[in-house]
Each structure stands twice: as structure tokens, then as C-alpha cells.
């Protein structure tokens, strides 16, 4: 019911930024947390970072992207945006968006309920 759409990927080079959008409809009003993961060829689809919808707009990121990723929303446009900054070769992969309608551990990919179908972000060195 819930679509997502990623949008903002593309080539940048080692230290350069990019920003990710990923607009939501139908049914957004089910949404509780939105988050982004990423997944490199060959590898596990990885957790990147989260925030609630509600409230105050928690946020929540991996180790790996803490202090250079920046996770924010605006609900009146249903959209959540990803800012990535000094960007790195290891952050090479597809990013996606995801929605969950309830709480749970925001890292695990099972708890989302709805997904994009990705963007490219690739980072050269």
C-alpha cells in the first residue's frame, strides 16, 4: 500500500557529498519509522540510519556513518532525506528506503514493512 521512491544517487568522488530523498505515499499515515540501508555487491544488506516519523524525530545511525550521515524528514511532504557527507569509497552501494508501521530494532531489515527500489551512490577514489 505504502510506495517508497529513492531519488539523489550518482558518482562523486572520495570527500564529496550527495543527498538522498526518498518520497513515501498511500497510506503514509501508517508509517511509524523510516530509515535508510545500503547493500555493496556480494554483500548483506546493512543498516545505515533511521528516525521516527512522530514525536520528536529520533534518530538513530550505524557506527560506520555516525558524525558524516545525517538523517531528516519533513512530514508534510512525506519524504525522508539522507545528507552524506565526506564520502568515502566503502559507502559505494545501492541505498535503499524503508517503512515500518511498529517499533522494533531499527538495524533489522525484518521489521520494515515496505522498500524502494534503490539508488546507485558510488564513490570513487
Known amino acids: 500500500q505504502v510506495q517508497l521512491v529513492e531519488s539523489g544517487g550518482g558518482l562523486v568522488q572520495a570527500g564529496g557529498s550527495l543527498r538522498l530523498s526518498c518520497a513515501a505515499s498511500g497510506g503514509t499515515g501508517s508509517i511509524y519509522i523510516m530509515a535508510w540501508f545500503r547493500q555493496a555487491p556480494g554483500k548483506e544488506r546493512e543498516f545505515v540510519a533511521a528516525i521516527r516519523r512522530g514525536g520528536g524525530g529520533s534518530t538513530y545511525y550505524a557506527d560506520s556513518v555516525k558524525g558524516r550521515f545525517t538523517i531528516s524528514r519533513d512530514n508534510d511532504k512525506n519524504t525522508v532525506y539522507l545528507q552524506m557527507n565526506n564520502l568515502n569509497p566503502e559507502d559505494t552501494a545501492v541505498y535503499y528506503c524503508?517503512?515500518?508501521?511498529?517499533?522494533?530494532?531499527?538495524?533489522?531489515?525484518?521489521?520494515?514493512?515496505?522498500w524502494g527500489q534503490g539508488t546507485q551512490v558510488t564513490v570513487s577514489s
Open positions: 524503508a517503512a515500518a508501521r511498529h517499533l522494533g530494532v531499527v538495524a533489522y531489515t525484518s521489521n520494515y514493512n515496505y
